[in-house]
């Protein structure tokens, strides 16, 4: 891979990565999370997402965090039961453009890992894309409250403690109230490439809050972003559970890129056509045997 294609890389991956890391701790209990329910209930009502949602997201000297709340039309049963299943998130992960790979590996009942590889908005080779490996866990299954979560200590470019938080409760008429919280810590390196990304590929693009009527930009809109496309995940595979086996992954692609082109000023990458295509043999490569990824220069922050 040329100097050139690396730093483009690099970029796209610090300005466009949605899946990266991950983390459980200390979720929301079932009560604290009814509270934020209850408190939102006039933005769920009314919001220019045309769906029950609400996002937040705060920025510090060296992290970012990104909440997307929200009432999906699934019963809390059959969302806790998909997502306790380390491989529904491999196919969850798999649907943003940026997701190359997603396998999973079992060190014992106990340790579940996701090794994930993470690259440009086009078809590449795994070995000129990032390989990332996420610890995942249930934190807590109950008939009233899950929670899941995905950790990584590092990432590319001095990036670090990527945290991704799910929790559901059930609520009225079979629904399920789902919180996402998606977070990470970065370095100097990690700093300059969200710069370098924000003053190219990402100076145009906005998120979804807004204050005074005027979107949310720069860094919160990339965390933003990248949160919506997450929950859009979750929300097109939940939406497929429900097809016959044979068809629940064109029905993912397809529900996940019209759901993305409801916000097509955010989240637009390419024409349905291209997408599909190339998620179909990113796929159809997954389930074959792994190619072997080269490891990355040590500047990439691993």
């Not at 145009?204 to 979107?215: D, E």
């Not at 993912?252 to 082109?261: A, G, I, K, M, T």
Request: with cysteine; glycine share 6%; aromatic share 10%.
């Amino acid at each position: 891979m040329s100097d050139r294609m690396f730093a483009k890389l690099c970029i796209a991956l610090i300005g466009t990565l949605m899946v990266s890391g991950a983390a459980f701790a200390r979720p929301a209990q079932a009560a604290q999370l009814r509270a934020k329910y209850a408190s939102l209930a006039d933005s769920l009502r009314n919001n220019p997402y045309k769906r029950p949602l609400h996002i937040e997201s705060t920025e510090t000297d060296s992290t970012l965090k990104g909440d997307v709340y929200g009432v999906i039309p699934y019963p809390f049963a059959a969302v806790s039961a998909a997502l306790t299943e380390a491989a529904s998130w491999c196919d969850i992960l798999i649907l943003p453009v940026t997701t190359k790979s997603c396998r999973v590996t079992r060190a014992s009942r106990e340790e579940t890992t996701l090794s994930i590889h993470v690259g440009l908005k086009y078809e590449q080779l795994l070995r000129d894309a990032f390989p990332i490996e996420f610890a995942y866990r249930v934190g807590v299954n109950t008939a009233e409250y899950f929670a899941v979560g995905l950790d990584a200590e590092i990432g590319p470019l001095s990036t670090r403690d990527y945290k991704v938080l799910v929790e559901v409760i059930p609520v009225e008429n079979g629904k399920t109230f789902l919180h996402l919280r998606y977070a990470y810590g970065f370095g100097m390196a990690g700093r300059l490439a969200m710069q370098a990304y924000l003053a190219t590929l990402g100076a145009s693009k906005v998120g979804f809050s807004s204050t005074a009527g005027t979107l949310t930009g720069g860094t919160r809109g990339v965390i933003e972003r990248n949160a919506m496309r997450f929950f859009l995940s979750i929300d097109a595979y939940l939406a497929a559970a429900s097809s016959p086996t044979a068809e629940q992954l064109e029905r993912r692609l397809q529900v996940w890129f019209n759901s993305n082109e409801q916000y097509a000023r955010q989240l637009h990458e390419m024409d349905r056509e291209e997408y599909v295509a190339m998620k179909r043999r990113e796929i159809q490569r997954q389930r074959a045997p792994q190619e072997a990824a080269r490891p990355q220069p040590a500047s990439a922050g691993f």
